[in-house]
């Protein structure tokens, strides 16, 4: 896992797979139930999965209310 800096927001990121980038943003606080879904993507593509502030743990920018807010 990586640790990127986006317009002054921290994120966690997995990549997985190669191939053409994906970008998957995943629902709410469920990423280990997309295990083998992105599983099966990163059999095709370069799948960036980034761990989404305030549902991975951390506590997230005061302005941020949902997945919506990041994406």
Same mark, same amino acid.
């Given at each position: 896992?990586e640790? =990127?800096? =986006?317009?002054?927001?921290?994120?966690?990121?997995?990549?997985h797979?190669? +191939?053409?980038?994906?970008l998957?943003l995943?629902?709410?606080?469920?990423? #280990?139930?997309n295990?083998?879904?992105i599983?099966?993507?990163?059999? #095709?593509?370069?799948v960036?999965?980034? #761990? #989404?502030?305030?549902?991975? +743990?951390?506590?997230?920018?005061?302005?941020?209310?949902? =997945?919506?807010?990041?994406?």
């Amino acid at each position: 896992m990586e640790r =990127v800096d =986006v317009a002054g927001l921290e994120l966690d990121v997995e990549v997985h797979g190669s +191939g053409p980038a994906l970008l998957y943003l995943h629902p709410e606080q469920y990423l #280990h139930l997309n295990a083998p879904f992105i599983a099966r993507l990163s059999a #095709h593509w370069r799948v960036i999965v980034p #761990h #989404h502030p305030g549902f991975d +743990g951390r506590t997230p920018p005061s302005d941020f209310r949902s =997945v919506g807010d990041i994406a």
